[in-house]
Each structure stands twice: as structure tokens, then as C-alpha cells.
């Protein structure tokens, strides 16, 4: 009844297909915000399979107790690059680049991003950064094998080629990193569509203000630690050696210092994807517009000091540890506001449940396992106990996984069509719901118990006591990996095969939607108007633009009367 | 608000308390507490583990009650009430998590002061690092990396850390004082009253311990999970961990922070004893090391480096984490399983 008079309806035959993107346009230097994104998407879920792989590796040497699988040294190896290529060559690109880039624009209605080229060398210097750390296997002693935080002495004293890679790698990614942040700020601030407020935004937008603010912040701290590092390893100088008076815990400052804000740039762009998803799918509006948008801000600051939590049982002062579990504390505050909007926000609708809402509310109630787990870590005399351990592996998975990787398969689902101008099939969509679903709880959940029961991480062999656990574990890690392969099939499948999708097969209000499905070049055929808030469902249209009405000419009014 | 439903609400309100509680109290998920601190933080710990529940079970009740009654029905085109906002909800809300966070963290607070996590002494220690390790009567006091050679060393010194003495026992020396040496891969325990070494951690229970913790190499961590207890060996500055054990057993002494290849195998255990027994053992440990084996008898410490140092210790443990064992005389070794398994 509300969406009779969607630009969809009103103009289907020049939404359609009618500007498919030439594939050979993937593999060049193309300067399209939309070509980006997807280029972003794909090549980042490239590199997922490739750390999921390295996971599964891992899991096969954890499936027994003694070191039988692969060496020693292989094993480190194989975590790092695990941990390495997660975090920065899929949920960060993935959370930010593919999706940021790709919707931004489209959701604010401004043509392309502020600074197409340094868009596009963003993308191209993830993939020399990622070859560079895969190669790394390959180097004399092997790649890094210090776990993805590096702390010296350990990162000092191992593979120097494989270190050395490594943190060249990490220092190119960072980079990308930070130029799509440049861009995601100026782009937000600066490209709106004439009339829309910061208050007229999507929330997406809000999540990626705050995760560009963070990723501004905090990544050249990480850039001076490493390079550092480097003249640690290479140079023989001594700022984190103890033998030549340097002090190994300042590099954890430094360090942590971008890497906990790091947890927020990867989470704060899917919290931003939850709130697009979720009403759309349950047909109401978000519920509690202002305060998700500000809590996201809020989130941005208190994560910038709470990075010492990680240093609990490092050389961290009393007191001071005191000080940062508080902060840390804090953090759940904003973030359970998030969590109570969006289960408002489903409650009393008319739920789709569709693959992408799937994995929207599996999201929320996995999510919120990995942020119960985290106010718990942040009690100093508790995590004095599990720090290190498998307790912790959970926790992040379930931040990690369960939230940022939920979050993004909901997202390749709700935007596909938009994307590619195919419907997915939703028949494989709610296979792979199902399959990630229970192979990732079976895997991740148990390990809750191994750590609390005495278990450290990164470990290649371990008591004999724990065995049948980490079996059930492993067990659940290769059904993760199976849960893969509907998706891929579906992707590929339906890339080439699917329905075709119209402008706006969800009926959805943001606008994004206004347009054809894939969307022209420069993105809207003609001027797009807001004739609607973003999440104003169950609002008749003669009311939505009746409140268009008061957002643009009330001013004049109120001029005219004062006048 | 009609009737039903609020009584509804009311008692399924009632039924996740109680199964909260109960399996907040009931988790069974921490091993033994062998520790006069342990029992304190499995209290945190429950009371964590209570008020997540609840939350859990409110989360994942409210995702599945929509679900189920409130997924469209085929046909129905139509949107849901468009509700944006409830104010007195929306401070609800954020007042329940803050409260229960602010709870939280007085707790922790708490916790952690009885353990003595806030003894100023653990946070300013200025005396400096002497790790030494005692071989076969010969003593041999190894100046180690950073210890007390450089200036900026010592300065380090100024912010020794971890868990000191607990508000009761400040400002006195505890009743056992064991210097612990974490190196690629082992743990080297010296009692300094006595010059024993040993590979093996001996505590008499009941009496307050300090342990002392530096690291040769790169950086390891002590974890007792029976005492729930950590504490990162750091090289280049002492940290320390005083704790009174409690519970006479055998257990695990883990390394949780990843120190090299054999991080995994990198382990020890700690024997909590009757005080005679300890007693007993360390006399023992005294005459074995004076009947001494031959090994480091004619070693000058102070004509080698580092390196050449522990070069005997490195080749064995190295190539093989269990070689621990010959470090210390074949009395004490064998004599003790971990016959402890949760
Ligand atoms: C495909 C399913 C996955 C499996 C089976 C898996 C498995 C594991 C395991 C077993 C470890 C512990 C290694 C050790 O302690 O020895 C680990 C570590 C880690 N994983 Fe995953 N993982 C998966 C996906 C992910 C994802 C999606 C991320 C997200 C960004 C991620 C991020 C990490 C991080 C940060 C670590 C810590 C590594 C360290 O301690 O240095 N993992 N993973
Ligand atoms: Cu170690
Ligand atoms: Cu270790």
C-alpha cells in the first residue's frame, strides 16, 4: 500500500540491465566508486578463502593433541597469516572498502566519491600488500610467525625475510586503509545531495564517519610502531630491545593503540549494514534513529582509550589497569543501545526472513555472545585468568566472525541485486545460513570451556585432556569451510544466470534503491529527491512527502513569517 | 496492557531469573580453585556468567518470539507500525547496561584490591633483578639481559609489576620468595634463601608466596589456571605475582604468551605441599645439589656471554621441551606426575 509509487513502479523499463558493467572494466584502474567496491568485494573474499583455508590447516593440527599435521614453526606461521589476512585483507576491506565504497555514494546521492583516484589506488595497493604476505610462506625461514600483534623480542628473532614482509605488507594496507578513510569523511561531509542533513543520512553512513575518524586516528600509530619494528629487525636498533635499553612494552602501547580502535573499524561498518538490513526486511522503522547514528560516534571516541585492556598482564600498572576497564566497560553502554534499537526494530514488524535478514538476526544473537564475553574480559581479575587463552580465540571469533563475517554475508544478500541486477537464489541463501550457523557455533563455542579450563593460544600441541573437545572443534571448522560453497555457487551462479532483479526488488526507501539495479554511471538518471526518510516504512506516502514537505519549506515559512 | 499478557511477561520474567542464577552459579566451568585468591574471582566469574545468561536468554528469546509471531505472512504486502522511538524506553535501556557495568566494575574493583593487584609495592619496585641460577653447589649468578648493567634498566625497574600483597599482608616480606626465569623454553625456578634450583615449582600451602618473574629472552607468561593467576615474564624488568596456595596437589604451570616454536610445550608444574613436605623437599634439594653432578662446577660465569651461558640449556630444551628434567638432580624428577586432571 506504501510503495505504490516507488520509482520502481513508475519506471521499470529504464531501470533495467541497461547498464551492465563489461566484465574486462573489473580489471582495470577504473575510478567508478561502484566498478571499486565490487573490485574491493571480490578480491577481499579471495583472500578470505585463502585465511579460512589457513584455518582450516590449523584446525586440522589442533584435531589431536601432538604436533602431527604440520611443524612447529609452520604452525605460527599458518595463525599469523591466518589472523593477518582476516583482519586486514577481508573484514577491514571488505567492511569498509567494498561496502563503503560501493553505497556511499549511491546512499547520499552524490555521483562518485571525492577523490576517485585515491579510490582507486586505494583498491590496487591491497592486492601487491596481500601477494606480499602470501609469498612470505615462501621466503628462506618461512613467513612470520609471531602472531598477528608481533610483540618483540618474539617478532625480532624469528623469520627476519617472512618479519620483514610482514610488516611491509601490513604498512601497505594501512595505507589503503587511511586513503579510504581521507575519502569516506570528505565524501560524507562534503557530497550530500542538496537537502539531505546529516539526520536525512542512512545509518551506514554514521558507522562509516565514525569508522574513518578511527582508522584517521589510529593507523599511523600502528605505521610508527612497525617502522620501528623494522629498524629493530634490519638496522640492529633498540627501541623495543631490552638488551640495548629499549622496552618491548611500548610497542604494545603502540600497537594496541591502533589495533583495539581496529576492532571498532571492523565492527562499525557492519553495525552499519545491521541497520540498513533490518528494517527494511521487517517493514518498520529503525528504532531509534538518533541515538544508533550518535552511539556509533560515541563507540568511535571511547574506543581510542581502552587499548591497555590487552596489556592486563603485561607491564601495566595497577591503578592504570583500573582505568581501562572502566573505559572498556563504558563501551558496552553505546553498544547495548545498538543491540536494543535493532531487536525494537524487528519487534512487532512483518519479517521477511530471507537470506539476508537470516543472517542479520544471526548476527545480532552472535554478536551479543562475543560482547557478553567482552564485558567479562574487561574485569581486570578475570581476564588476568583467561588473557591468552582459547577463551579469548572465542571471544574474538564471535566479535569476528559471527558478527563482522554474519554481517557481511547479509550484506552480499541484500545488496547482490542492487550489485549485479540478479536476484540470488534463496533456496542456497538459507543453506549457507545454515551450515555457517552450526559449524561455526560447533567450533567456536566449546573453546569457550577449553580456555577457562586451563588452554593457551597459540599453541600446536596441548594436554591430552582437552583432545575431545578440540575435536569437536576441528570438526566444526570444516563445516565452516563446506558452508563456503553454496555461497559461491549461488554468487557465481546467479551473477550469470540469476532472475533479473528491478530497481528495488525489496522495497526498500533508502536511496541507494532509487535507482536501476546495476545503477548507471554516475549513479541516478536524473537528480534523485528525497521524497523520503530512509527507514520511513508503514508511512503512506502522502504523509512522507507531507513531512519532505516540512523538512524543506518549513525554514522558508518560519523566514517568511519572521520577515 | 491487557492482564494476560503482563502476567505472561511477569512469569517468564521469574523463570529466566532463576535458571540465570542458577546456572550462573552452577557453570562448573572453572577448573579446581587451589588458590586463597581463586574463590574470589570464580565469584566474579559467576556473577558474570548470572547476568550474562539473562541477557542471552532476553536476546535470543526476543529474536525467536519474532520470528515465530511476527514473520510475515504470505499475501500481507502491507508494513509494519511505524514506531520510531520510545524515550522513556530508549533511558531504560541505556540506565540498565550502565548500572550493571558500574556494578561490575566495583566488583572488579574489589576483587582485584584483596588480591593485591593495587599493592603500591608491585607497581614501584625498585630493587633490581638478580635471576640467578644455582647448578650443583656452584653458584652461578647470571647478570641477565638488561637487568642491572644499563641505566635505562633500571629505570625500567621502576615499574616492576603484576600482583603484590594484599591489603592485609602490605609492607611484609611473604613467607616464600622464589625467583622464577622464564627462558626459550622453560621455566627455571631459584629459591634465593637457599640457592635450590629447580624445574619444578614447590609451595608450601597456606603461606603467602612471591614469586618474582623475569625473562631471559622474549617475553613468556605465567599461568597457574588452577590459581587463576598470570602474569607476563617480560625481559628487561621484574614483575611479581604474590599469592597463598592453598589446595596440597600438583598443577600445571602453563606459558600463555607465544615465546617461539615451542611455546605449546613449554610447561612445568607446581606442587603444593604440607609445609613439612616442602620443607622436607627443599632440605633434600640442597643435599643433592651439594653432592652435586660435575656438569657447571668449573664454569666461570663471568668469561662468557649470554649465549654461551645457556648454550647447555638451550640444546636440550630447545631440541626437546621435556629435557627440562635434567636441569634439575634425579631426585626430584619423577617423583611427581600430574596425577591432577580436571
Ligand atoms: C573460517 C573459520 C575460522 C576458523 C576455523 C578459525 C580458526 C582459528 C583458530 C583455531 C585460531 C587460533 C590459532 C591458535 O591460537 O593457535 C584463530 C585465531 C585467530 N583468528 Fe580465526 N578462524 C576462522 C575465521 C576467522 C575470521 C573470520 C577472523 C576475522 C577477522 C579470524 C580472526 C582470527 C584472529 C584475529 C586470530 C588470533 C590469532 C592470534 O592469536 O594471533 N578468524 N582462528
Ligand atoms: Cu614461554
Ligand atoms: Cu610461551
Given at each position: 500500500m506504501t510503495q505504490v509509487d516507488t520509482p520502481e513502479n513508475a519506471t521499470p523499463e529504464t531501470l533495467?540491465?541497461?547498464?551492465?558493467?563489461?566484465?574486462?572494466?573489473?580489471?582495470?584502474?577504473?575510478?567508478d566508486h561502484k566498478v571499486i567496491g565490487i573490485q574491493y568485494l571480490v578480491v577481499t573474499f579471495i583472500f578470505y578463502l585463502i585465511g579460512g583455508a589457513l584455518a582450516t590447516a590449523v584446525r586440522t593440527e589442533l584435531a589431536t593433541p601432538e604436533v602431527d599435521f604440520v611443524s612447529r614453526e609452520l604452525y605460527n606461521s599458518l595463525f599469523t597469516i591466518h589472523a593477518t589476512i582476516m583482519i586486514f585483507l577481508w573484514i577491514v576491506p571488505a567492511g569498509t572498502g567494498a561496502f563503503g565504497n560501493y553505497l556511499i555514494p549511491l546512499m547520499i546521492g552524490a555521483k562518485d566519491m571525492a577523490f576517485p583516484r585515491l579510490n582507486a589506488l586505494a583498491f590496487w595497493m591491497i592486492i601487491p600488500g596481500g601477494i606480499l604476505l602470501i609469498l612470505s610462506?615462501?621466503?628462506?625461514?618461512?613467513?612470520?610467525?609471531?602472531?598477528?600483534?608481533?610483540?618483540?623480542p618474539l617478532s625480532t628473532t624469528g623469520s627476519k625475510a617472512g618479519e620483514m614482509l610482514w610488516i611491509l605488507s601490513v604498512l601497505i594496507l594501512g595505507t589503503s586503509s587511511i586513503m579510504g578513510g581521507v575519502n569516506f569523511i570528505t565524501t560524507i561531509l562534503k557530497m550530500?545531495?542538496?537537502?539531505?542533513t546529516l539526520n536525512d543520512m542512512p545509518l551506514f553512513c554514521w558507522a562509516m564517519v565514525a569508522a574513518s575518524i578511527l582508522i584517521l586516528m589510529s593507523t599511523p600509530v600502528l605505521a610508527g610502531a612497525l617502522v620501528l619494528l623494522s629498524f629493530d629487525l634490519i638496522a640492529g636498533t633498540a627501541f623495543f630491545n631490552p638488551m640495548g635499553g629499549g622496552d618491548p612494552i611500548v610497542y604494545q602501547h603502540m600497537f594496541w593503540f591502533y589495533s583495539h580502535p581496529a576492532v571498532y573499524i571492523m565492527i562499525l561498518p557492519i553495525f552499519g549494514l545491521i541497520s540498513e538490513i533490518l528494517p527494511v526486511h521487517a517493514r518498520k522503522p529503525i528504532f531509534g534513529y538518533q541515538a544508533i547514528a550518535y552511539s556509533s560516534l560515541a563507540i568511535s571516541f571511547l574506543g581510542l582509550i581502552v587499548w591497555a585492556h590487552h596489556m592486563f598482564t603485561s607491564g601495566t600498572p595497577g591503578w592504570l589497569r583500573m582505568f581501562f576497564m572502566i573505559a572498556t566497560m563504558i563501551i558496552a553502554v553505546p553498544t547495548g543501545i545498538k543491540v536494543f534499537s535493532w531487536l525494537a526494530t524487528i519487534w512487532g514488524g512483518k519479517l521477511r526472513l530471507n537470506s539476508a535478514m537470516l543472517f542479520g538476526l544471526g548476527f545480532i544473537s552472535m554478536f551479543v555472545i562475543g560482547g557478553l564475553s567482552g564485558i567479562m574480559i574487561a574485569s581486570v581479575p578475570f581476564d588476568i585468568h583467561v588473557h591468552d587463552t582459547y577463551f579469548i580465540v572465542a571471544h574474538l571469533h564471535y566479535v569476528l566472525f559471527g558478527g563482522s563475517v554474519f554481517g557481511l554475508y547479509g550484506g552480499i544478500y541484500h545488496w547482490f541485486p542492487k550489485m549485479t541486477g540478479r536476484m540470488m537464489n534463496e533456496t542456497l541463501g538459507r543453506l549457507h545460513f545454515v551450515l555457517t550457523f552450526v559449524g561455526f557455533n560447533l567450533c567456536f563455542l566449546p573453546m569457550h570451556y577449553l580456555g577457562l579450563q586451563g588452554m593457551p593460544r597459540r599453541v600446536a600441541e596441548y594436554d591430552p585432556q582437552f583432545a575431545t573437545v578440540n575435536m569437536v572443534c576441528t570438526v566444526g571448522s570444516f563445516l565452516l569451510a563446506i558452508s563456503t560453497f553454496p555461497l559461491i555457487i549461488n554468487a557465481i551462479w546467479s551473477w550469470i544466470r540469476g532472475p533479473q532483479a528491478t530497481g528495488n526488488p525489496w522495497k526498500a526507501l533508502t536511496l541507494e534503491w532509487q535507482t536501476s539495479s546495476p545503477p548507471p554511471v554516475e549513479n541516478f538518471l536524473e537528480e534523485p529527491v528525497l521524497w523520503t526518510g530512509p527507514y520511513d516504512y508503514g508511512i503512506d506516502s502522502f504523509e512522507r512527502s507531507d513531512r519532505d514537505r516540512t523538512v524543506n519549506e518549513l525554514l522558508a515559512e518560519v523566514k517568511a513569517d519572521v520577515g | 496492557m491487557n492482564i494476560p499478557s503482563s502476567i505472561v511477561t511477569m512469569l517468564a520474567g521469574i523463570i529466566l531469573t532463576i535458571v540465570s542464577y542458577w546456572f550462573g552459579q552452577h557453570n562448573g566451568l572453572m577448573p579446581q580453585a587451589a588458590s586463597e585468591e581463586a574463590p574470589w574471582v570464580d565469584g566474579l566469574f559467576n556473577t558474570m556468567m548470572t547476568i550474562a545468561t539473562g541477557l542471552f536468554l532476553l536476546v535470543q528469546g526476543i529474536i525467536i518470539i519474532s520470528v515465530f509471531k511476527y514473520r510475515r505472512r504470505p499475501g500481507d504486502e502491507t508494513d509494519g507500525p511505524p514506531i520510531e522511538g520510545n524515550i522513556p524506553l530508549e533511558i531504560l535501556w541505556t540506565a540498565i547496561p550502565a548500572t550493571i557495568v558500574l556494578g561490575l566494575g566495583i566488583y572488579s574493583f574489589e576483587v582485584y584490591n584483596s588480591m593485591g593487584g593495587l599493592d603500591p609495592m608491585a607497581s614501584h619496585d625498585p630493587k633490581t633483578m638478580h635471576a640467578e641460577v644455582r647448578h650443583s653447589g656452584a653458584a652461578i649468578a647470571a647478570p641477565l639481559p638488561g637487568a642491572t648493567e644499563t641505566p635505562e634498566a633500571s629505570d625500567a625497574e621502576q615499574v616492576a609489576l603484576g600482583v603484590g600483597a594484599s591489603p592485609g599482608t602490605q609492607g611484609r616480606d611473604a613467607d616464600v620468595s622464589v625467583n622464577v626465569l622464564g627462558l626459550q623454553f622453560a621455566w627455571i625456578f631459584t629459591y634465593p634463601d637457599s640457592g635450590v634450583t629447580s624445574g619444578e615449582l614447590h609451595l608450601p600451602a597456606g603461606k603467602e608466596a612471591k614469586l618474582t618473574i623475569a625473562a631471559s629472552d622474549v617475553i613468556h607468561a605465567l599461568w597457574i589456571p588452577q590459581f587463576r593467576l598470570k602474569q607476563d615474564a617480560i625481559p628487561g624488568r621484574d614483575t611479581e605475582l604474590r599469592f597463598v596456595p592453598k589446595d596440597v596437589g600438583t598443577y600445571p604451570v602453563v606459558c600463555a604468551e607465544l615465546c617461539g616454536a615451542y611455546h605449546g610445550g613449554m610447561k612445568a608444574q607446581v606442587v603444593v605441599e604440607e609445609p613439612e613436605v616442602f620443607e622436607a623437599w627443599l632440605q633434600s634439594q640442597i643435599a643433592a645439589q651439594q653432592s652435586g653432578d660435575d656438569r657447571a662446577i668449573a664454569l666461570n660465569t663471568d668469561s662468557l656471554s649470554e649465549a654461551e651461558y645457556l648454550q647447555p640449556y638451550a640444546d636440550e630444551i630447545g631440541v626437546n621441551a621435556q629435557g627440562l628434567g635434567q636441569l634439575h638432580p634425579p631426585q626430584a624428577e619423577g617423583s611427581h606426575k600430574i596425577h591432577h586432571h580436571i
Open positions: 533495467d540491465g541497461h547498464h551492465r558493467t563489461p566484465w574486462r572494466e573489473y580489471f582495470t584502474f577504473s575510478t610462506f615462501f621466503v628462506s625461514g618461512g613467513a612470520a610467525g609471531a602472531g598477528w600483534t608481533s610483540y618483540p550530500r545531495m542538496p537537502g539531505m | -
